[in-house]
């Protein structure tokens, strides 16, 4: 999971990207990238570890630019860490990306088209890009002519040393992409919020679309298509845990679904309780849900420590450090009761097991943990890091297990047809039914996947 950012017009558009990407740190905390058209036909890439504001020295971007991308990221692919920051430049450095997603036969077009192993997908697709684009000589025919080969996710943000751009979504729309289109300017963002925050009006790209720009003049661009559009398939995820309650994707606001999800598991749960706990952040719209369908109580019990940085997107390596500073409980509100913690998901169950202990600390009289979401019995090979169904503490347990596992009282999740209907429309939902965006074979993408540092 990451997060995209381009501009084009004003003469300040590196810096306005630098400013998307704070709205979309959410997405990503291990590296943070801008490129921007230079002098004399030329790329400019500024980019290295952490959050943007540790990644990106202001003081050596260009305040006079007419094009920019950026990016924030999640590692899915190639090593943890901020060693491999995008965007990336081709080898000859006549096109440079950043993409949101994961391309799932990365491996294999690196044998086919270079002769070569990738270790990292976005290598690959940048190489592809820029190969294609020496071919055909234009950078939207080059991206058109890749997406017949690619197989995965990908919200992609590219241009050349020339000043071409293009932004495209992968044929079924897996992660989300947002634009603005008018006469003076051009900003695409991966969350419809990163747009609003710069007070401009938005459209979310439909899956398989493109946005070209032959010259870095919004005047001259226009809504394109890539080769070909499958029915879309976008991320339930997105809704459940990774976009700002404040952004829309697909058409439906992630607060109100995530509300709904609440409510639907409420309308399954007869427990007895006192008060209604969230998970701050991402459980907490599904808890508001909870609390109204219960008529129970919301009360904010748990603490959550911001400093640290969002634990389920840090490196493995980071996790267990970040997870035991992260949370704190409010000890008067919490000895002698009877809780319903709600959580937006469980996947490893760390986070679960953590928050359980915590709370039986504090004398809770009773943990009963929801989840928002069903369980997460499969990997997920398109943009968010738990590529083996080994890590997943749902993978071949029962839900009585489970609930051993992570120490409440009781556990339940939601069920698959309540998520649906939270959501209103046909997603992937790859992860907790094996039904994926796109046809993969499982057990050879985990064996690629899982070869992560
Ligand atoms: S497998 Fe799950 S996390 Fe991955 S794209 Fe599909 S719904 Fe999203």
Redesign the pocket.
């Known amino acids: 999971m990451c997060g995209v950012a381009a501009w084009i017009g004003g003469d300040d558009a590196a810096l306005r990207v630098y400013e998307m990407l704070l709205g979309l740190q959410h997405r990503g905390q291990e590296a943070a990238g801008i490129a921007y058209l230079g002098n004399g036909n030329s790329i400019v890439v500024v980019k290295g570890c952490g959050t943007v504001t540790t990644a990106i020295n202001l003081s050596n971007i260009s305040s006079k630019t007419l094009l920019a991308i950026g990016h924030v990221r999640y590692s899915t692919s190639g090593s943890y860490g901020g060693t491999l920051a995008q965007p990336v430049t081709g080898p000859k450095k006549f096109v440079v990306v950043a993409f949101n997603g994961n391309i799932v036969n990365y491996y294999e077009l690196g044998l086919e088209f270079f002769g070569r192993e990738y270790g990292w997908d976005a290598h690959l697709l940048v190489d592809l890009i820029e190969q294609l684009y020496l071919d055909h000589g234009n950078l939207l025919d080059a991206i058109k002519e890749a997406s017949k080969v690619l197989v995965g996710?990908y919200s992609l943000v590219a241009f050349t040393a020339r000043g071409e751009f293009v932004a495209a979504r992968d044929p079924k729309g897996?992660r989300p992409l947002a634009y603005h289109l008018s006469d003076k300017v051009v900003a695409i963002a991966s969350e419809t919020a990163a747009l609003e925050e710069q007070g401009l009006y938005w459209k979310e790209m439909g899956n398989g679309m493109a946005i070209y720009c032959p010259t870095p003049n919004p005047r001259e661009c226009y809504v394109d298509h890539l080769g070909w559009r499958g029915d879309p398939?976008p991320?339930?995820?997105?809704y459940i845990y990774f976009l700002r309650p404040d952004s829309f994707f697909e058409g439906v606001e992630a607060h109100r679904a995530r509300v709904k999800m609440g409510f639907e598991l409420a309308k399954i749960d007869d427990v007895e309780a006192d008060i209604v706990a969230p998970v701050p952040d991402s459980g907490r719209s599904a808890a508001i849900g909870y609390s109204a369908g219960r008529g129970i109580l919301l009360d904010e019990v748990i603490y959550l420590n911001r400093y640290v940085g969002r634990v389920f997107i840090s490196p493995p390596s980071e996790r267990n450090v970040k997870l035991s500073r992260k949370f704190g409980v409010v000890k008067s509100s919490v000895k002698g009761r009877r809780i319903v913690v709600v959580d937006d998901s469980i996947v490893r169950g760390i986070t679960a097991k953590k928050i359980t202990s915590l709370l039986r600390r504090a004398e809770a009289r009773a943990v009963h943990y929801r989840s928002a979401s069903p369980p997460?019995r499969?990997?997920?090979?398109?943009?968010?890091d738990?590529p083996s169904r080994r890590e997943l503490v749902a993978y071949g347990r029962t839900v009585e297990e489970i609930k051993s596992v992570i120490g409440a009282d009781t556990l339940l999740y939601n069920t698959v047809k309540a998520l649906k209907k939270c959501v209103g429309r046909p997603?992937?939902?790859?992860?907790?039914t094996s039904e994926?965006?796109y046809p993969i074979n499982l057990s050879k993408a985990e064996k690629l996947f899982s070869k992560r540092m």
Not at 378 to 384: L, S, T
Not at 427 to 432: D, K, N, Q, S, V
């Open positions: 996710a897996v398939r991320c339930v995820f997105e997460v499969y990997p997920c090979f398109f943009g968010i738990f997603t992937c939902m790859g992860c907790f994926y965006a």
